[in-house]
């Protein structure tokens, strides 16, 4: 009696459970079904209890296990070549997902349709970000802080920049020497620090030295992002991430605020002393403290008692707070990854490197003191022309980034077959990677061709429209791109007169089965540990799925000095 009546007590609420979570499974497969049968296509393999994750998982098990997940859909991509999208379902690991490699696809996704970033992303992000940020803001909100940050981002404000950029660089080469002759190391991680010390000093005009030494707010950043994952329940359950990340994003924000305070205190001298309206300053200003100035001129009239007894707006201060963190977090693996990939691409094509040099030697001469013609004449980063080709080719077959986006109810998109998508509880993304290499767009689309960047339309390698997207594009582009594209050519432009950096993958393979124990060894003799493979495409550097999409490995390398003898003749 007892225990049946214990049965029905315990028995009841797991059941309806079960029941519940079952009837909600019911209703989600339903409806990706009834997507199937209109026409929505999605790859082969899809079933009631899985979706697509055996799929996928069968994908993965052939790549090395740290590789990309968009590699995986290499085969998936050749096969929906007709429709150049595809439907993924991953519930209830994620939602549903819309993969999305076609330009006029895409073209609908972020600029026809302008769909919005995903409702609950704000939330997943505010513990990196600390709030509401430009990357997840929409509508309005979005409207304004786009405008108040985009004049310190434009090209003519970042040409201003240009000197900044050259004084992180020059550490970046101090740097480099120091690894002259030296063992193996890690170009990832120096291409990190270094887009984080250009990110710091360009939009809030605070050097961190972080490529010297870990600086705190580095240090805070890199933490909360070590307990950060968007999906990862080993993570998310954890009882000590909230206060982790409570504790560093108080660390952080506190920093920054000190700085933007700074920053407001300089603006107030700096028009006390030059008078009339918002002075101009002596030295180029951060990306921060112009949208601070546009910030006051919005909010403000401009006569001087008001601005001499402001204070540094309190709402203002926050945002601009997560802002800067947003910059950090979306420049840092993106710009350091491009870094890594483009030495890697030079590496691999030896004549294009050489006519790299030789458009420096012809803008800059042989000299060393390239970062200082730079400093002095910051537009002459735009005669290098093939030097920006090189780094654009690379975004190409490297993109390190991808778009999200959230369908509407109402809004469909169509494929290349005709077939109409509706876009309502489901997500879409832009592989980036795959629009890059699309074959029915691209001519020799696999092969490293800086050449495609110089030609005129009509010129038959001359880019498709739409099918080159690395910084997206559509009101919700890259804010950093020029940003990018300028630290990209002053790095080589400052580095590959003086240094020749060589991939160590080989090296680095040895070293690691040399330090694996004796029992991992005993494991593998045994055949019970098997051997990953290790190239994806062919490719050792290939790209993992950390953010950003780093070089596997961290790229081991090694650097020696051009010698100058080979370098004039
Ligand atoms: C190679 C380096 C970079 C790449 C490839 C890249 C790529 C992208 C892409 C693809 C998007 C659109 C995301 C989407 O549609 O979901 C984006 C947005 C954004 N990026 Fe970058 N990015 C890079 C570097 C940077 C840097 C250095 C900064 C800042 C200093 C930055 C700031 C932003 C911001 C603020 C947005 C959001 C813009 C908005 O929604 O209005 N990015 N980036
Ligand atoms: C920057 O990138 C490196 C390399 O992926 C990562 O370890 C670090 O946590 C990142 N930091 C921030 C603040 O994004
Ligand atoms: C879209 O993806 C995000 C994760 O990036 C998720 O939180 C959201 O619920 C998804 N939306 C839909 C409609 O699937
Ligand atoms: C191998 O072990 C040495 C000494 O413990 C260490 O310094 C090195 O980083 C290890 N290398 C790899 C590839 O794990």
């Known amino acids: 009696m007892a225990l049946s009546r214990l049965f029905i007590t315990i028995g009841t609420p797991i059941i309806s459970a079960v029941i519940y979570v079952l009837s909600i499974g019911y209703r989600h497969r339903l409806r990706i079904s009834r997507l199937r049968k209109q026409g929505v296509a999605m790859p082969a393999g899809w079933s009631w209890w899985f979706g ?28 929906h070549a007709a429709t150049e999208v595809f439907l993924m379902d991953y519930w209830p690991v994620f939602q549903p997902v819309l993969m999305i490699f076609g330009p006029e696809l895409a073209v609908q996704a972020s600029i026809r349709h302008d769909l919005p970033k995903p409702h609950d992303q704000q939330e997943s992000f505010r513990p990196v970000v600390g709030g509401p940020s430009l990357i997840t803001m929409n509508n309005e909100q979005w409207r304004m802080w786009r405008s108040l940050l985009s004049p310190g981002f434009s090209a003519s404000h970042m040409l201003s920049l240009v000197p900044t950029i050259v004084d992180a660089i020059d550490v970046f080469c101090e740097r480099l020497r ?45 933490t909360i992002l070590n307990w950060h994952s968007f999906w990862d329940p080993r993570i998310l359950l954890n009882p000590l991430r909230i206060p982790v990340q409570w504790y560093y994003g108080r660390v952080t924000a506190l920093f920054i605020r000190q700085e933007l305070q700074k920053r407001f205190e300089e603006m107030k001298t700096d028009r006390a002393t030059i008078g009339g309206t918002l002075g101009r300053a002596r030295k180029a200003k ?44 979306a420049g840092n693996d993106s710009t350091a990854t491009t870094i890594v990939y483009t030495y890697h691409m030079l590496f691999q094509h030896p004549s294009v490197l050489a006519k ?7 803008i800059f001469g042989r000299g060393p003191d390239a970062g200082d013609r730079l400093r002095d ?38 494929d290349r077959e005709g077939n109409v998508i509706p876009t309502e509880h489901l997500n879409a993304t832009i592989m980036h990677r795959y629009v890059h290499v699309n074959k029915r767009i ?32 559509g009101p919700r582009n890259c804010i950093g791109q020029t940003l990018v594209l300028n630290e990209l050519r002053i790095a080589l432009i400052m580095t590959v007169r003086e240094f020749s950096i060589r991939p160590a993958y080989d090296e680095w393979d040895a070293m690691k ?13 045994l055949g019970l540990r098997k ?22 490995d961290g790229y081991p390398c090694r650097v020696s000095l051009l010698k100058a003898e080979a370098h004039c003749c």
């Open 52 to 79: 697509h994750l055996r799929v996928l998982d069968e994908k993965l098990s052939r790549l090395p296990p740290d590789a990309n997940v968009y590699m995986a859909m290499e085969d998936l991509v050749s096969d």
């Open 286 to 329: 951060s990306v921060i403290a112009l949208a601070l100035e546009e910030y006051i001129t919005m909010k403000h009239e401009t006569n001087k008692e008001a601005f001499d007894s402001m204070e540094l707006d309190k709402d203002f201060a926050q945002i601009a707070a997560n802002q800067i963190r947003l910059f950090i977090f």
């Open 377 to 414: 004449n910051p537009v002459l980063i735009n005669l290098c022309r093939y030097t920006l080709a090189v780094v654009k080719e690379t975004l190409r077959l490297y993109p390190p980034a991808s778009s999200i986006r959230e369908g509407l109810t109402g809004v469909s998109l169509t």
């Open 513 to 525: 089965l040399a330090n694996e124990s004796l029992y991992g060894k005993l494991l593998r003799q």
């Open 178 to 222: 120091k690894h002259v002759g030296g063992g193996v190391f890690s170009l990832d991680d120096m291409a990190t620090r270094l887009a984080m010390d250009v990110i710091t000093r360009t939009t809030l005009d605070t050097d961190l030295d972080n490529q010297r030494s870990e600086h705190k707010l580095s240090h805070a950043l890199n």
């Open 442 to 473: 691209w001519p020799r689309p696999m092969e490293f061709l800086p050449e495609r960047w110089l030609v005129e339309p009509g010129h038959e390698l001359h880019p498709p429209s739409g099918g080159y997207r690395p910084f997206e594009l």
């Open 356 to 362: 790299v040099r030789e458009e420096h030697d012809a």
């Open 531 to 552: 051997s990953h493979c290790k190239t994806v495409l062919g490719e050792r550097a290939y790209q993992t799925s950390r953010a950003g999409a780093h070089a596997a």
